[in-house]
């Protein structure tokens, strides 16, 4: 089997001649390139894909996207550098779509201030990039004050449109050759659009505080991700993702059926009309969500974390349903070991997969992704453990 049809085997059901070793290095391989870091394996290679490629990973990637473009005739962005400690603030070049997604590196010291300007208002975050950890994170959210910047926000989302390019996919496919299979990211849930304009902890307000609006702009921000579903059954893509990051802290139980259930099954029924698979990424606990999860329609969930840092055991997680999907297994605590990773992480890897057998609906990934602390022996141990212990 090659990677491509091993890929394939697992998510059309059936059993591969041995696990497939689909890391996500994508933070990982960022923070190496931009600190010259990168081992001499990896040398020249331009982005994780290129890593990938020459690592000859089993490739299932939601980050090769976006192959939705996205367009809101009427908003303009702007983006600006403005220094922690004062002066004059520098126009960058603004991001290419809203929800932010594979974010460049910003300079260390400055704010990144994004603004998202429409007739009905202005609605601006405020954003820190770390080096150390390299990831953005939010100090202000575009969305302060709901009563105010409502109907920028509900401008936005009305106005918001997708196209799937089809050429851009085909060359994704190109590069992917043999070695695998590309994941396609679609738009997130409902309640998901409030923790990215809102943040989790006022998003989560919002819903209490102003639930007639919040419904109103779900409808809105359903209609659109049906339309996208609709152009996803027509595509040649297998594998669809939702952008959310699932977990029960800010997803909980009654949360979720009340807001989020009957998207999921609109947006799966349209794709299982067309025999595709329905994804979501969890990045968190799940363990009181897998009923709704299956309720929900989804076939699988990517980048699983397990106990400690999630709370539902992969062999748990293979239970959601008859068809269920995993796609997981690395999370930081085993990434991360430093004392005789050899033995640590065979060990680990050994016992996993004998709760996973017959290797049917499992890809050996990253919980969430690849903590940038990985050191590049690890992942060699990983990979090699998994063709070790993952054969049929
Ligand atoms: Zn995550």
């Not at 409902?190 to 943040?199: A, D, E, F």
């Not at 809105?220 to 152009?231: K, R």
């Not at 699988?300 to 269920?324: S, T």
């Not at 990979?383 to 054969?391: K, M, N, T």
Request: glycine share 8%; net charge negative.
């Amino acid at each position: 089997m090659n990677s491509k049809e091993r890929v394939l085997t697992v998510l059309k059901g059936g059993v591969p001649d041995r696990v497939p070793f689909a890391p996500n290095i994508g933070q990982w391989f960022s923070y190496h390139k931009h600190s010259g870091t990168l081992p001499p394996e990896l040398e020249g290679c331009e982005d994780e894909l290129d890593a990938m490629l020459r690592m000859e990973t089993d490739i299932f990637s939601r980050r090769l996207g976006p192959f939705f473009a996205q367009s809101i005739p009427g908003v303009e962005m702007h983006r600006y550098y403005v220094p922690m400690d004062g002066g004059p603030r520098a126009e960058v070049k603004p991001p290419a779509s809203t929800p932010f997604g594979h974010e460049e590196p910003h300079p260390p010291n400055v704010w990144v201030v994004t603004e998202v300007v429409t007739p009905l208002g202005t609605l601006r975050n405020r954003a820190r990039f770390t080096s150390a950890s390299f990831t953005t994170f939010e100090e202000e959210h575009f969305v302060k004050d709901f009563e105010r910047d409502y109907p920028a926000l509900r401008y936005i989302v009305e106005n918001t449109s997708y196209a799937f390019d089809p050429e851009k996919y085909r060359q994704v496919e190109e590069r992917l050759g043999d070695q695998g299979v590309a994941f396609v990211p679609m738009a997130q849930s409902p309640i998901k659009l409030l923790h990215i304009w809102g943040g989790q902890v006022d998003g989560t307000l919002f819903l209490v505080d102003y639930e007639k609006e919040c419904r109103d702009l779900f409808e809105i921000h359903t209609a659109n991700v049906v339309d996208m579903a609709q152009q996803a059954a027509q595509c040649d893509a297998l594998a669809f993702s939702l952008g959310d990051n699932l977990d029960s802290l800010f997803y909980s139980p009654p949360l979720f059926r009340t807001y989020e259930i009957e998207f999921h099954q609109e947006i799966a029924d349209i794709l299982h009309g067309a025999d595709k698979l329905l994804f979501s990424h969890a990045c968190g606990r799940l363990w009181s969500l897998r009923e709704l999860i299956a309720e929900a329609g989804l076939d699988g969930m990517e980048g699983i974390p397990h106990p400690p840092l999630g709370d539902l055991p992969l062999d748990e997680a293979k239970n959601i349903h008859d068809g269920f999907i995993v796609n997981g297994g690395m999370t930081a605590h085993e990434q991360e070991i430093t004392d005789d990773p050899e033995r640590g992480i065979r060990a680990y890897v050994r016992d996993l997969f004998d709760g996973m057998r017959p290797f049917d609906r499992f890809f050996f990934s990253s919980g969430c992704n690849t903590s940038i602390r990985t050191p590049w022996e690890n992942l060699l141990i990983f990979e090699e453990a998994c063709h070790e212990f993952g054969s049929s």
